[in-house]
């Protein structure tokens, strides 16, 4: 049986959920170093190497991907994607500005940031979107083929994070992956196949 789809109301309640989530998660992560898998990870990284921000990474690098969720997943899971992480990459330059963050624990940083990452992105694919790159693929995999969204992020992500040594001391990269490791856990045990499908 297919899922009815939500109302216009409940969509942008959703997407505005998922920019405080995962603009506050990547705030907590970035204000001690850490990256995470993902785009996202890959603009943390970017961000760091370059005079962008972590918005302009993330939208930049997300643009090759509408094409596969245009393609693959229609013009609604699309469009409301773009809208998503152009939402993200907005509040996640000015977050700085609203929240000041003085002490954190690089444990507590990473934890608490995949918890929020984590739990944005599951509210997006519940609403037939995702934060563009890997969520893309991941979803579509996911109703396709049935391979669950967080194993699928999960292979990506250490993947990501295995280039990070590059750039990372080695307890910043453990930190690093234990948040990777927590944000897929919410995705794993939260999104299964067949509960919500694009209409």
Request: proline fraction near 4%; include cysteine.
């Amino acid at each position: 049986m297919t899922a009815k789809r939500h109302p216009l109301h409940e969509d942008l309640l959703a997407f505005f959920s998922t920019t405080v989530l995962v603009s506050l998660g990547v705030h907590l992560l970035s204000s001690v170093g850490l990256i995470t898998g993902g785009l996202a990870g890959m603009a943390l990284l970017l961000a760091e190497i370059s005079p962008w921000g972590f918005g302009l990474c993330f939208a930049l690098l997300n643009l090759p991907f509408y094409v596969l969720a245009l393609l693959e997943l229609g013009w609604r899971f699309t469009l409301n994607t773009i809208i998503c992480v152009l939402l993200v990459a907005t509040l996640s330059e000015w977050i700085h500005l609203l929240v000041a963050l003085d002490t954190v624990q690089p444990a507590f940083a990473a934890i608490a940031g995949g918890v929020l990452i984590g739990f944005g992105m599951l509210i997006v694919f519940r609403h037939q979107a995702s934060l563009g790159g890997v969520g893309i693929l991941a979803y579509y995999l996911q109703n396709r083929f049935g391979w669950r969204a967080g194993y699928v992020q999960l292979a990506v992500d250490l993947t990501i994070l295995a280039g990070g040594a590059a750039v990372l001391p080695l307890p910043l990269l453990a930190m690093s992956v234990l948040g990777a490791v927590v944000l897929n856990a919410v995705l794993a045990v939260n999104h299964r196949p067949g509960r919500y499908r694009v209409a």
